[in-house]
């Protein structure tokens, strides 16, 4: 016999029993998108590699180590790889932002996907090699009213779902003006001490000084007395900054000023934030996070337009929900509409009707005995049976406590079954 095939590593299926939660959360991210005037844009599951090592950098993560090339082309040579599956959602954006001059459009645009993104990581628990986001990106508001609104809205997201304890976590990271110094700061912090450096980061240290303080290797003492990026703030970002706090103290948000959040990408400017379930700090398990780009449109070709965005962790808070003991949102109740004999005509019939009011519908389709068919929709997690009897007779029977009301009509089910 040959072997079952399973599930690629570090994928997962979602099963029926799982879905309603991944329903309701991503219920909740729509609802927001809408009042929080967001338009739906889709994008491509993949882009070429050059897209994301220009637009993510080089030396993140994303693009050095986890990038899932796909390989459209038989053979080697230039067509054999020049693709790879999204692992974040904002290039591949900004990319359709400027090929559609979008600039032109009245802004700021404001832009939301929920989706699947990949990246070719170790997997473990709450890390995948495809996992869902929900993003929203505003292309051509410099702030910082618009960082706070993001920051709020990802909180409020949270709070949505069921969660509580959320924590938004923020740091600036300046500009073009003043973050030269700010690298040059940790340079000089670090080179002294790069013996003690994990390799990783003593090559970072060359390439991008800042990704050194967000190594989970790097020695407590070193991180203590690392320079803060809050401290080598221009004019220019440090009110910037000042305005989110200001405004975030306003909306009632809770934050926490975290000197190590510079975010894995190299695109970020100023504003970086992320969300926490609070105690969770040190895990990364980041629930979502994201960040001002403001560079990003002009690098990767596109007319200068400040941007800023953030992408939620569907999967990490579907889990934190679970840990939380959220309970999911009931689906609304099933019924279940049953007869006797051949009756399937009218089995239909009555399931269309109260479909068309709405409810939630499973005609039993066997001719069994009524005792098997109550006990099979039972088992399905109906709340109510619609039993058919002779002529147009019909039996509304409550699952879950017994009761039964007979002789009703039609029109009489639906408000009583939603109560
Ligand atoms: P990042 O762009 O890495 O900050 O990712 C944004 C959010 O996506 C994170 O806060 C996580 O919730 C989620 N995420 C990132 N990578 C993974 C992964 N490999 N598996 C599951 N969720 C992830």
Redesign the pocket.
Known sequence: MSRNIAAPR?TRDLLPEETSAWSHVESVARDLARRYAFDRIEIPLFERVELFARGLGESSD?VEK?MFRVSGAQGSGEEAAPWALR??PTAGIVRAFIEHGMHVRPGPLRLTLIGP?F?Y?RPQA????Q?S?WDVEVIGDAGPAVDAELIELGHRFYAEVGLTDVVARINSIGDAECRPRYRQALVDHFAAHEDRLSLDSRRRLRINPLRVLDDKDLPPELAADAPRGMDHLCDACREHFDAIRALLDVLGVRYELDHRLV???DYYTRTAF??YVAGREGQQ??????GRYDGLVELLGGRPAPGIG????L???ILAMEEQGVAPAPRGELVAVLGMGDDHDRRLQIAGTLRQAGLAVRPDGSSRKLGKQLESASKAGARWAVIIGDGDAMALKDLATGGQRDAVSIEEIAPIVSG
């Open positions: 570090g994303a986890e692992p974040e993104m990246r990581d709450g890390r995948y090699r996992f986001q975010r894995g990408l992320e969300f398990q980041a629930l979502g996070g994201g953030f992408g939620i962790g999967d990490r808070t």
